[in-house]
């Protein structure tokens, strides 16, 4: 038993060369159906399984009918036919108000993004808060398994990864464009580009490198088959401009930065914060002691190796952790100024954040990005210390101290830096001996915090799907017909005795276009350099991105490589 | 761009809900929605040729969106959706029924370029040709009193009505030709007749003498557009020698010689050696042996050969035919030795007179060169003259049996070199009577029956048929293959990027070059492709070349451009 009435999706019954058909049209596939079925459907919305059963058994024998109903509990589990969830259909036309985002982010549960306390990692904390915000300005439907209403504007729907392509019809006519998040394993996300009819692609890129170049290349491999209309958002100047050297087209990444909860992240008397933490942890050289604070997960990853070394650099200071446990540090002997603090609640980190005199941030590993905690610290008016590396300082600007890091041109195991433990000490006892300084400092931090909203990450999102329409509607078709023929070398060249053949190559293109009409004004066939055709060629299927790769390796020369590629696309924008 | 793959419709069902239109494909389960163009092609596709489907919609639609329409759905089909890949043989044309040939002609603007002779055989070819096959050419007048009249033997199809020109003339080319016969020697609007699928493309190339110097281009240019339906005609052996010597793919390329037209000859050859003394006024054609000089050389150098053989060999009467050192378009006023007469036909009067000359001659000497005129050399071999031919490439065919070759070298650049001392002993030997003579004479007198204007057009209707057998082995089977994407891969250990490609699918890196030759070969033929890598790899500094010379990795035909997955 199936559980019958049940919401039917959107169907078309057909029949063909005498087999019966449903088409449906919420899942754009089609299903073949035995008679029995055909009539099952028919009563499917209104009657129980009882009723249908006693309507048919005068035409059909019980084990066609049972089959049937076995045959629709599969259909279902396949999510065809019958609406899986609410009846999303009614409650979607009379509350959206928004355009409609599809945030495609498989792997993860909708919910835990509505329940920020249980979400720890920096990514899917700033994603929650990201999204959020972002209900402000478009309505937000999340790839899943069943129909439902999650929030105001929030919304699972019953479209899976697998879905996505055949429904790429509905989807554009549906979604004003598709949010998602790079991660370098996933596959489902590459073949999607190949299709015209999406709606662009915003794909949210944290981890510009590490994973032994799995990250970059993943990244490249992104960029090469985007459409002209897709792009990445990077969480800071740092990583766009990183990744513009390994790109020749850096208009594909564009920086989306964090924002930070200037209501909740606020600076507070700071002896009282001090006393709370010593109440609660029971020592009072908190209190009387300057503090330094560590709010992260305990990892080797975290630079939490430094900061113990930090801790016996300087007896004179107390050093403060943050963070769900003290993980494999629990069973060392730590130095006596090094005191764990506890693992806090979300509400509970401005207060954590006061009890610090300075924080530092010393994350080694390549998909350092952002330090979402560096931003919270200086909202509460705590001077930050960072490495100099990857995107932090950039979010620091001159509101806290850079120390010095060594950087590696690639990564080792997880690493790609080391912030050198002598700058850091010496940066914090500069900071802590300088009353002024601090001062100046704080006051900049909190400042400069203000400036990071998530109101404004929202905003920018909304702008930058709006900017990839407009790339869409700049991008042209390549109908160009060109040949590669051999040619008779000059004069000049065969004195030279250029090479063993006899002859040398060029392309021709056409002036006349696949679609038979005149795109050129005169010759039937302008002369062209191989490279030329090859990249006009290509270009009929593949990318510019691509042709980008490939030109990069015909031609040695990388301007003469960027040249013949933007020359050849200025002949397919022209003659479009 | 139309695809030149064929298609066949999956069993499917189309139907309207709600004011949106879906084609089901009942194969794949998929449900595609299309539009009001796409669903009025698709209940055309499988019975109509596109350009059928484009002059029936184009009423209604705007002829981009139904292009754009068939591309959708042929891109469905590529993908697996709705539409099937076939490899089937197209229909066969009735043995009994004439071609009906499309001959688009831009004749006035290359006549002024072309010798006399060229313009003259092609205007007789054409005749010939009319017997066995329907010719039609298109016209596109403005208005229709400028609609052109049918031009002698062509008829001339008035396209009115195509707005403001649109459509160029190889779309009406699609139309209801069995095949199409170009002509024009300088690769205008014609090329775009190549992109027309299934349509069988004969072009043929003169050996004017005017055209050396762009002779190779023209020819290798043609090899490259061609597919393996089409047909490059040109009108002496020594031309498709030279063409596979310059390492182009001569397959499809036939050496069709044109007919030639004999007068009765007189038989009396002292009468025509004194017309010729008189004519010229030049005694020693009738003191001395007679050699007929049928010259094909780039007029500078050509002039100093002359000179340099007729000194050789001041006790022979030589008479140069060449169109180019003498008569209008002559680039400086040659003076040649005194045992020399050149002559060129440039009119009627001067074609009239020829034979006369060639009555005179005792032996024909030609080098087997592109700029020579080979309906010439058979001309003035008709009257039962052995020859000589000065050849890198062995006795031309066309006179086997009626003479014998020196060997002789020349380039592209027009420098003729052939030892003189070697072509005198020879020249001497060939005026002294001799059986071998009487037999070549004999030989020579037979090639005026051998090459007929009706032989040549018969020749080239032949050369269609040959381009049907195979247009029907043509489709290209289309595999499904792992959608290549390029890109570039970081490489930790070296820091460095280099190019290399991703297949969709298997999600794996593969092999760049067998990447690039497999994109290259959906839209272009073998050979262009094989063009393509040849280019890298003569530039030794590009990485790639590299790769493709340690695997010799280009393809040299169809089948080895496989995806290497």
Known sequence: MIGFPKILHQLHLFEEEGVPYAADLDKARVVELSAVMLDILKLAETQTDDVIVETLSASYKEEDISGAFERFAELEREGLLFNRGEDLERSLATESKWRKLLVAIPGINVDSFFDIET?????NMALAHMI???????????????????????????????????????????????????QEHDRWLLPLYRHPEFPPILVQNHAPRGHGGQAINSMLRHYAAMRDWDGFTAPSDYVRDFYSEYVWDPSFFNTLRNGVDATLFKPMEKMVAKKEIAAEVGDDRIESVPTVGYLSRVQSEKGASVYVKLAELNPHLIFLIAGPNMGRYASRKLPDNLVYIGFHPRERLPLIYNAFDVYCFMSMSGEETFGLTVLEAMACGVPPIVP??????????????????????????TFVSYPCPVDFSEKINTLLNNADMWQVLSEKARQRAALFTWDKTARRIVRLFEELHQKKKLANPNRLLNVFTPTQPSE?????????????????????????????????????????????????????????????????????????LKRVRGLIDGTA | MLSHTRYRLKQHHKFEQDDQKYVADLETGDIVEINDIEWEILSRYESQTHHQIVEELKKDYKLTAIFDGIERLERLGKQGSLLHPVVEAVEQIDPDRKLKLLVPFHFTKEKSALGYVTNLNRYQSLTHLAEFADLETLAFPEAEKEEVQDLDEVRVRNISGAKSGTLMSPWYAMDGYDGILLLSQFLTDDLSYYRIPDVPIVHCIEGDQRLQHILLRTLLTLCAFQSSKDTLVVKASWMKAWLAESGASVENVRVIPDGIDIVESTGDKALAKQHTAAIFEKPIFVEKPTIGLISGFEPNRGAAWISEFARTNPHLAIFVYDAMLVGAGSPSPYHPPENVAIFNIDDEETRAILPVFFQALDLVCFPAMPGTPLPIVLEAMAFGTPCIAMTKYGMPPEVIGAGVAVEAEWDNFGNFRTPMVKLSETINKWLQPSDTRTQCQGFAKEIAQRYTRKNAAQALIQVFEEGFQRRINDFRTERTLFAPIFCRRYEPDTGTLRSSVYRLGTNRYDQFENALAEVLADAHTPAEVESVFKHFQRKHSTPICDTIRAGNRFPDNKKSVTGGT
């Open chain 1, 132 to 182: 959020t915000h972002l209900t402000k300005y478009a309505d937000l439907h999340f790839t899943g398994s069943r129909n439902r209403k999650i929030t105001d504007g929030v919304y699972e729907v019953d479209i899976g990864i697998g879905d996505l392509v055949r429904l790429r019809s509905k989807i554009a006519e549906t979604y004003y464009g598709i949010l998602t998040l790079h």
């Open chain 1, 492 to 564: 000049d060249n065969a004195r030279r005795g250029e090479g063993t053949s006899p002859l040398q190559y060029m392309s021709l293109v056409l002036s006349m276009n696949a679609h038979y009409e005149r795109c050129l004004m005169r010759d039937a066939a302008y002369p062209l350099s191989v490279e030329d055709g090859v990249a006009l060629s290509i270009l009929k299927n593949h990318t510019t991105r691509e042709v980008e790769a490939l030109l990069a390796a015909l031609i040695p020369d990388e301007t003469q490589a960027r040249t013949t």
């Open chain 1, 388 to 413: 100099n590396f990857d995107g932090v300082p950039s979010v620091v600007g001159d509101a806290g101290l850079v120390a010095n890091a060594e950087n590696f041109d690639h990564d080792i195991a």
């Open chain 1, 119 to 123: 979400l720890s990692a920096g990514t």
